[in-house]
């Protein structure tokens, strides 16, 4: 599985992430995260590597996430809606979204992505 990777081109950690991959010259597949959000299916997988921590998946700092007052409401969600959530917005999903054939990650950490590729 070549490297899937969703961002949202006015990030600046998801440019960072995109020029991270290019400099080490890593391709990768660009996903638009707002237009085409992960699959259920994805966010799944994504789970899993997270523990089922679902929190780890949401865009917190976003203002969708503030304007539908999910640090009050996720707690209450279960993992179907929460996935539903992240499946039909991608602005409350956190990015970059990256999967590969053995796991993935959210978010940039330079050190930590690393040890992913």
């Given at each position: 599985m070549k490297l899937k990777i969703y961002t949202y081109k006015n990030c600046g950690t998801c440019r960072s992430a995109l020029r991270y991959l290019d400099e080490r010259g890593v391709s990768c597949e660009t996903v638009p995260i707002r237009e085409r959000p992960p699959s259920k299916a994805e966010f799944k997988r994504m789970l899993k590597v997270y523990g089922g921590q679902i929190r780890?998946?949401?865009?917190?700092?976003?203002?969708?996430?503030?304007?539908?007052?999910?640090?009050?409401?996720?707690?209450?969600?279960?993992?179907?809606?929460?996935?539903?959530?992240?499946?039909?917005?991608?602005?409350?999903?956190?990015?970059?979204?990256?999967?590969?054939?053995t796991g993935g990650m959210v978010g940039f950490d330079e050190d930590e992505w690393e040890k992913l590729l």
């Amino acid at each position: 599985m070549k490297l899937k990777i969703y961002t949202y081109k006015n990030c600046g950690t998801c440019r960072s992430a995109l020029r991270y991959l290019d400099e080490r010259g890593v391709s990768c597949e660009t996903v638009p995260i707002r237009e085409r959000p992960p699959s259920k299916a994805e966010f799944k997988r994504m789970l899993k590597v997270y523990g089922g921590q679902i929190r780890k998946l949401f865009n917190t700092s976003g203002q969708d996430y503030k304007e539908l007052n999910l640090k009050e409401k996720l707690p209450e969600l279960t993992e179907n809606e929460a996935i539903e959530l992240l499946s039909t917005n991608g602005n409350l999903v956190k990015r970059p979204f990256v999967l590969t054939a053995t796991g993935g990650m959210v978010g940039f950490d330079e050190d930590e992505w690393e040890k992913l590729l």
